[in-house]
T-cell receptor, first 110, second 117 residues
Framework: ELKVEQNPLFLSMQEGKNYTIYCNYSTTSDRLYWYRQDPGKSLESLFVLLSNGAVKQEGRLMASLDTKARLSTLHITAAVHDLSATYFCAGGGGADGLTFGKGTHLIIQP | GAGVSQSPSNKVTEKGKDVELRCDPISGHTALYWYRQSLGQGLEFLIYFQGNSAPDKSGLPSDRFSAERTGGSVSTLTIQRTQQEDSAVYLC???????????????FGAGTRLSVL
């Protein structure tokens, strides 16, 4: 059974700073996903990572995958307030659905 | 284009009543998923439909929960004799189907917030 753990679960940071969210998973997963959720809103897909060493970047967000360590990271560069949200990583999919981490609640303060 | 549509957006019901939640997937998406999001349990997978195939119901929390998908499109999640622990946000997602990279991304609806009093 796939288990996904994120840390930290809560992060308060200042604008302009860099930080990393970590996502560990317990068993082999074909794919690793990152989603964003704003309060009261749906989940928005950010990245899909397929293979060891995969790196995807969109704006100030960069996601990477190390399948040997069963670790994915979401790196935030020079944070801005608009990035405040809850970020989820998830593995699995298909008939078993996605297994989500508990989410990282990110607050970026001016 | 239109995204995944769920209705109602909010539902308040009394303990013991039945509720029905609806999901309209993105047109052309063959795969449909139901999840539940609550403070205590986080995001939990409930059930998956691929086209018209019979789903695996083992992820449903109890036999009070059932789901169907008509014509390979619209899906309803029914909760009978609701209990307070059923209070949560019920999210529906759809995708093009399991397989290639692009087909596998699940697109989520805004959810139905269920409150059982």
């Amino acid at each position: 059974e796939l288990k996904v753990e994120q840390n930290p679960l809560f992060l308060s940071m200042q604008e302009g700073k860099n930080y990393t969210i970590y996502c560990n998973y317990s068993t082999t997963s074909d794919r690793l996903y990152w989603y964003r959720q704003d309060p009261g809103k749906s989940l928005e897909s950010l990245f899909v990572l397929l293979s060891n060493g995969a790196v995807k970047q969109e704006g100030r967000l960069m996601a990477s995958l190390d399948t040997k360590a069963r670790l994915s990271t979401l790196h935030i560069t020079a944070a801005v307030h608009d990035l405040s949200a809850t970020y989820f990583c998830a593995g699995g999919g298909g008939a078993d659905g996605l297994t989500f981490g508990k989410g990282t609640h990110l607050i970026i303060q001016p | 284009g239109a995204g995944v549509s769920q209705s109602p957006s909010n539902k308040v019901t009394e303990k013991g009543k039945d509720v029905e939640l609806r999901c309209d997937p993105i047109s052309g998406h063959t795969a449909l998923y139901w999840y539940r999001q609550s403070l205590g349990q986080g995001l939990e997978f409930l059930i998956y439909f691929q086209g018209n195939s019979a789903p695996d119901k083992s992820g449903l929390p109890s036999d009070r929960f059932s789901a169907e998908r008509t014509g390979g499109s619209v899906s309803t999640l029914t909760i009978q004799r609701t209990q307070q622990e059923d209070s949560a946000v019920y999210l529906c997602a759809s995708s093009l189907g399991w397989g290639s990279i692009a087909k596998n991304i699940q697109y989520f609806g805004a959810g139905t917030r269920l409150s059982v009093l």
